[in-house]
């Protein structure tokens, strides 16, 4: 057996750990299965460089993989009654929400892009985890969902990415970065901030920006 | 501010905490995916927790919200005189989803301290 193949079957049982957590939620093998592949990818993923343990990486990509499947097993419902429609749509929502900021969105943002109450949003996941779905839908074999990219894991590897492309910067580079971007100042604010000009602020902005790019076009 | 929760030890109690975790994220505007993750760090950590305690007891839960931070601490009488052991799947998993995590055995009391925030994303 090789590192790859043993590693993968030594965490095995956490995969069925955190299966068990979800398994009111769908069938048990099929959360295993789905589970396993989000441990492959985070063996093949890891880098152990950036000195995290494996477990606390391969969790979230359990978890994550996990999450996945069920969202998209809500979304396929297809007559669903009231309160699964709105787990249907704050799933999809969800999904929409994360690709267009970039990030996880805020259950006030999913309240105001479907029209509905922070409550119904809650409700509304609430569902999501309640209903046990059986999946009559045949012709949705398990391998064709499996084969699927995961967009949240596939965040990670770009999260990691960035994290060491900001690690190449200059620390006056790193602060400008951090209160432009992180910190929402403005270029005046920054300016004043750091004790150099706007000019300043604006063309290391660009730079910086510019290396970024770069560097992510790479991953 | 706080809020106080008490349940029986029992496993089909959970619901009741992971719905309130869920409703706490939310108070604190945490996002979707920390929220989920409070969901299952909830889950976990009662199930840790009713794992060592005592029969009949129950378990007080107390959430502390603060803007994109959620902490919160389940406690119950226990018979455990040892740490809690930090060797199981449970407990690795609930530290991949915790930011801050620790058990304290005290006068026959098991608390365990889960906190769930949103970091400063990227302060390399």
């Known amino acids: ?219 | 501010m706080t809020v106080l929760i008490n349940v029986p030890a029992e496993a089909s109690y959970a619901n009741v905490l992971r719905t309130t975790a869920a409703a706490m994220a939310a108070r604190c505007n945490l996002n979707y995916d920390r929220l989920e993750d409070a969901r299952l760090a909830i889950d976990e950590a009662f199930a840790q927790i009713i794992a060592f305690a005592q029969s009949d007891s129950h378990v007080e839960c107390s959430f502390q919200e603060a803007p994109r931070d959620l902490s919160f601490v389940l406690s119950c009488p226990t018979l455990l005189d040892t740490p809690l052991p930090t060797d199981s799947f449970s407990w690795t998993v609930l530290s991949a989803l915790a930011d801050e995590l620790r058990a304290v055995v005290h006068d026959g009391e098991l608390a365990i301290h889960v906190r769930v925030h949103e970091p400063q994303e990227v302060s390399v």
């Open chain 1, 1 to 219: 057996m090789d590192t790859r193949e043993q590693q993968i079957a030594e965490h095995l049982g956490l995969v069925h750990h955190v299966a068990r957590r979800f398994r009111s939620h769908a069938d048990y093998d099929d959360l295993v299965q789905v589970g396993t592949l989000g441990l492959i990818r985070a063996v093949d993923n890891f880098d152990p460089a950036l000195g995290h343990s494996f477990s606390s990486y391969a969790v979230p990509s359990i978890t994550g993989a996990i999450r996945h499947y069920l969202r998209d097993q809500s979304a396929s419902i297809k007559v669903p009654g009231r309160l699964q429609e709105a787990a249907a749509r704050t799933s999809r929502a969800v999904d929409q929400l994360t690709q267009s900021l970039g990030r996880s969105p805020t259950v006030p943002e999913i309240a105001q892009s479907l029209g509905i109450s922070q409550d119904q949003v809650l409700e509304a996941i609430e569902a999501n985890h309640a209903q046990a779905i059986v999946s009559l839908d045949a012709e949705q074999a398990p391998t064709a969902q499996l084969g699927r990219t995961d967009s949240e894991l596939e965040q990670v590897e770009t999260r990691i990415a960035v994290r060491q492309a900001l690690a190449q910067l200059t620390a006056l580079e790193r602060a400008v970065v951090e209160q432009r971007f992180y910190r929402g100042l403005s270029q005046s604010q920054v300016a004043k901030d750091l004790q150099i000009s706007q000019m300043q602020v604006s063309r290391i902005s660009a730079r910086v920006a510019t290396q970024l790019r770069d560097l992510l076009i790479d991953v």
